[in-house]
């Protein structure tokens, strides 16, 4: 294993950013999903209390920061994802008292905050949809949305052919109050997600208030949902999505109600709102782009500051594909002057402890369940997640983590359809899991109700009957298990500045991915043979070595002090 000359792999040295000491360029974030991660009150729901009493946990886990999905006032049509307020706090979650508690807790741990915004759509009950149904075609109210006259001789027909990510049309018509058929209403996700009309200065002005309202609370930043989808081509052209298609907009190069250009100005505005606050408040966005290069246009020095690097989370288990998309990044995002922000998964994505062991195809947004072909071999699933987090938690940049990853949780796979929760399920009559697998609530305690998630025993999702050994109190005192994996190299990663590194190219061979960040060296197999570990200190491996070898499917961490 011998380091190459430039001419040999290119780029040989790539680091994070050009500039900057901001801590959420190099910043461990983990994703918490308020509703499935600890309930205080024994209704089966999660809650902010729950995850007040939780932050030792993560404490102790080692991340910088956590992202919050939605919390505000909903009718919860889609978990949150369609608010009806955006600057309360709905009852089920708490109170806007048990949010600035958690805020406090958090900082006095030295653990940021960000929370969701969801500006491309807000819930059908929002006060400003009802006054639009109420309203009368062309009035200010109606202006705040989508709303547009239908096709054909009666307005019978919808304004364009475009499908809901959802399932089913992207369109729905209103009855007007005197009981005629009326205009119709965009909704590019759930019939109750109604999508704001970004062109309207009003809808700016509010969100401008949004922000303001939680940053004056103290919040350290943003992630953005749906920040791709805000604006629409002018003529809202028909559009039919190739059938590789992801749902939300991934692989293709001109969608026109995705990455439209004016949606960069909006993410200007918000740069300046945050620049009046200290701190280095942040913005991230969710933003599925067809490439690396297009979602480094979202990170420019006045828009935003971070983006979810997606081609890496979708990238095979494959050493050739994913050195190809770590270069590619460590030369799209500080090109920018912004850190790659890694992800393998999330609230939307079957969990990669199952993604990677699956041997069908799997679009994303579909899920997996009972019927599912291809369905994931779990110890090959939970090997390669292990080795695949140790390789993404040694790479310069910031790294994202989801609840329960740090457990080695599986995608839920065999959830009854009657207890099934996601929209997708129900838009597509079935022929969708959707995303109801991977927020399963989490197993805290083997041998509590509902695995410790409530005191109850209630559950809003069925837990697997198994999860009793992915627990935390039986992990915790695992040396081997992936709960201690992850305490290890995340102090690692914290007290080596592997996130403000730099990452120089091993040559060692096609099936491993091998580099140097300071003093570490990293190596990666992902073929089918050993392969030998380099001289120096284990510092972590992803399964045990053996006579100084590097089995299939494992990752280590060599100190060379």
């Not at 600890?38 to 209390?49: E, K, M, R, T």
């Not at 006054?131 to 001789?153: C, I, V, W």
């Not at 960040?517 to 089918?528: D, E």
Request: glycine content about 10%.
């Amino acid at each position: 294993m011998t380091s190459p000359a430039t001419s040999d792999l290119d780029d040989a040295a790539l680091s994070p950013s050009t500039t900057g000491a901001e801590w959420w360029r190099s910043a461990v974030i983990y994703q918490i999903y308020p509703r499935s991660f600890a309930d205080s009150n024994g209704d089966g729901l999660g809650d902010l209390p729950g995850i007040t009493a939780h932050l030792d946990d993560l404490d102790a886990l080692g991340v910088d920061a956590v992202w919050l999905s939605p919390f505000y006032r909903s009718p919860q049509k889609d978990a949150g994802y369609d608010v009806a307020d955006y600057c309360d706090v709905d009852p089920l979650f708490g109170t806007p008292a048990d949010f600035d508690d958690l805020l406090t807790a958090a900082h006095a741990r030295g653990i940021r905050v960000i929370v969701d915004l969801v500006p491309n759509h807000s819930s059908d009950q929002h006060a400003w949809f009802q006054a639009a149904l109420a309203a009368a075609p062309g009035s200010p109210e109606r202006g705040r949305y989508m709303f547009r006259d239908g096709r054909g001789e009666n307005g019978e027909l919808p304004p364009n052919n475009w499908e809901s990510v959802f399932g089913g049309p992207a369109w729905t018509r209103v009855t007007d109050p005197d009981g005629a058929p009326g205009q119709w209403y965009l909704h590019l996700f759930d019939t109750s997600q109604p999508d704001f009309d970004w062109s309207n200065p009003e809808v700016q002005d509010e969100f401008r208030r949004i922000l303001r309202f939680w940053l004056d609370r103290g919040v350290d930043g943003f992630r953005v949902d749906v920040a791709h989808g805000l604006v629409k081509e002018d003529g809202l052209p028909d559009y039919v999505p190739p059938a590789d298609a992801g749902s939300m907009g991934g692989g293709e190069t001109s969608v026109p109600y995705w990455g439209q250009p004016e949606v960069h100005e909006i993410y200007r505005d918000w740069n300046t709102v945050l620049a009046e606050y200290d701190g280095d408040r942040a913005l991230c966005a969710e933003a599925w782009l067809p490439t690396i290069e297009k979602t480094a246009l979202w990170v420019r020095h006045d828009e935003m500051h971070q983006a979810f690097n997606f081609e890496y989370l979708e990238t095979e288990w494959d050493a050739a594909q994913l050195r190809a998309v770590i270069s590619e990044s460590l030369r799209a995002y500080p090109a920018v002057g912004a850190p790659s922000t890694w992800v393998l998964s999330n609230h939307d994505v079957v969990r990669h402890a199952s993604r990677l062991a699956l041997t069908a195809e799997n679009p994303q947004g579909h899920g997996i369940g009972p019927d599912s072909p291809g369905k994931p071999v779990p110890e090959l699933g939970l090997r390669r997640a292990r080795a695949a987090t140790a390789l993404m938690l040694a790479l310069p940049g910031s790294a994202y983590l989801y609840q329960g990853e740090e457990l080695g949780l599986p995608e839920a796979i065999d959830i009854p359809d009657a207890a099934r929760q996601d929209p997708t399920w129900f838009r597509t009559r079935g022929e969708r899991y959707g995303r109801d697998g991977c927020r399963v609530p989490l197993p805290w305690d083997a041998d509590a109700p509902a695995f410790g998630f409530s005191p109850t025993g209630r559950s809003w999702l069925p837990q697997p009957a198994d999860w009793g050994s992915f627990a935390r109190s039986a992990e915790a005192a695992d040396p081997t298990s992936t709960l201690a994996l992850y305490r290890t190299l995340l102090a690692q990663r914290r007290a080596r500045g592997l996130g403000t590194g730099s990452l120089e190219w091993i040559d060692a061979g096609d099936d491993v991915i091998a580099f140097r960040n300071g003093n570490i060296t990293v190596v990666a197999n992902l073929g089918a043979a050993a392969v030998a570990v380099p001289s120096g200190r284990v510092l972590a491996a992803s399964a045990p070595l053996g006579d100084g070898m590097l089995p299939p499917d494992t990752t280590v961490w060599v100190a060379s002090d």
